[in-house]
Nanobody
Framework: VPLQASGGGLVQPGGSLRLSCAAS????????MGWFRQAPGKEREFVATISWSGWSGRATYYVADSVKGRFTIFRDNGKNTVYLQMNSLKPEDTAVYYCAADRTRSSSADWYKYDYWGQGTLVTVSS
C-alpha cells in the first residue's frame, strides 16, 4: 500500500506539529500502523503504533517512553489517514519521521515487521 507522509517542518522547542500518513490505495484499517524516526547518525527508532478492530470499532495504541505524554497517534479511517500529534517538542525530537504499515497486525515496535513505508518527512526542532 503506497503511503504518503506529510506535515514535517521547522518548529521551536515547546511547539507542536501534526504529521499525517495517507494512503491513496488500499485500506489502512486493515493494517497496524506505526511511526518511526531516524535522526542523523542514529538508528531508526520506534515512536508509536496503532491497531484497529473492525469488530469492536476501537483502536488500541501505544507510544515509546521517550515521547509518552507528548505524542499521540490516532487514525481516521474515513479519511484513510493516520496521524501523529506531537506536542512539547524538544530538539532531540529532530529526525526524519516515517509511517509504516504492518499487514500481520503485530502491533510491533520492531521496524522490520512493517511491510510498507512512506517516504519520510523531516521534523526540525530548533530555536
Amino acid at each position: 500500500v503506497p503511503l504518503q507522509a506529510s506535515g514535517g517542518g521547522l518548529v521551536q522547542p515547546g511547539g507542536s506539529l501534526r504529521l499525517s500518513c495517507a494512503a491513496s490505495q488500499g485500506t489502512l484499517s486493515n493494517y497496524d500502523m506505526g511511526w518511526f524516526r531516524q535522526a542523523p547518525g542514529k538508528e531508526r527508532e520506534f515512536v508509536a503504533t496503532i491497531s484497529w478492530s473492525g469488530w469492536s470499532g476501537r483502536a488500541t495504541y501505544y507510544v515509546a517512553d521517550s515521547v509518552k505524554g507528548r505524542f499521540t497517534i490516532f487514525r481516521d479511517n474515513g479519511k484513510n489517514t493516520v496521524y501523529l500529534q506531537m506536542n512539547s517538542l524538544k530538539p532531540e525530537d529532530t529526525a526524519v519521521y516515517y509511517c509504516a504499515a504492518d499487514r500481520t497486525r503485530s502491533s510491533s515496535a520492531d521496524w522490520y515487521k512493517y511491510d510498507y513505508w512512506g517516504q519520510g518527512t523531516l521534523v526540525t526542532v530548533s530555536s
